[in-house]
């Protein structure tokens, strides 16, 4: 599968996934240690992407305040006296501080994994026009790479992973999952933000 190096970017889309305080913010109960780090590099995504008015994709969880339609086997973390699941209008389901959906974006709810099962994501991004994803957010192994996988079946032409914008509970862990996604182009946050800059400088020379 050809990489964003070779993608064409007004059909390409950015989603940010999970970015949110239940998941990102220090004491949170599902919180993935790698993620604050890589806030400033999803902004500086946002913001480029906003830039070359990219379509802007916010892929968040926001649960049944009981935590029935969780995944099966993370309910007992919601049993009573437990954590409560990032549901709606709650504190920990607001994105992190430093991300804001503004007019022209598009909020996405997902429950399970990965941002394609049981939603509308696939149609509405081809009622767009795109058949490119540049994916960032948390985490690694679980989010981004089975959105990653469901992608590549749907036959996306160019999925890329910014390493350096997303992130695990463990640098091992995101290496191995991010090694195991390279066939399908992982560039760096400068290469994106390089490629995307060269692209508008081509197109302005056409």
């Not at 064409?8 to 913010?25: C, E, G, P, R």
Request: glycine fraction near 6%; include cysteine.
């Amino acid at each position: 599968m050809a990489t964003a190096r070779n993608g064409n970017w007004s059909t390409t889309a950015l989603l940010v996934i999970d970015m949110q305080n239940d998941f990102i913010l220090a004491g949170a109960p599902m919180l993935v240690k790698g993620g604050e780090a890589i806030v400033p590099n999803v902004i500086k995504a946002v913001e480029v992407a906003r830039t070359r008015r990219i379509p802007i994709i916010w892929v968040v969880r926001e649960h049944d305040p009981l935590g029935r339609d969780v995944e099966l086997f993370r309910r007992h973390m919601y049993a009573p006296g437990q954590s409560k699941p990032t549901a709606k209008g709650s504190a920990g389901a607001e994105l992190v501080e430093g991300l804001v959906i503004k007019e022209g974006d598009y909020k996405l709810v997902k429950t399970r994994f990965s941002a394609f099962f049981n939603t509308h994501l696939h149609s509405y991004l081809q009622g767009l026009g795109v058949d490119s994803l540049v994916i960032t957010g948390v985490q690694t192994p679980n989010c981004i790479r089975q959105t990653v996988f469901d992608a590549v079946a749907l036959d996306y032409q160019h999925v890329t992973v910014i390493h350096d914008a997303t992130a695990a509970a463990t640098p091992e862990i995101h290496i191995a999952n991010i090694f195991d996604m390279k066939n399908i182009g992982v560039v760096s946050t400068t290469m994106v933000v390089s490629l995307i800059r060269i692209w508008y400088i081509h197109w302005l020379s056409l």
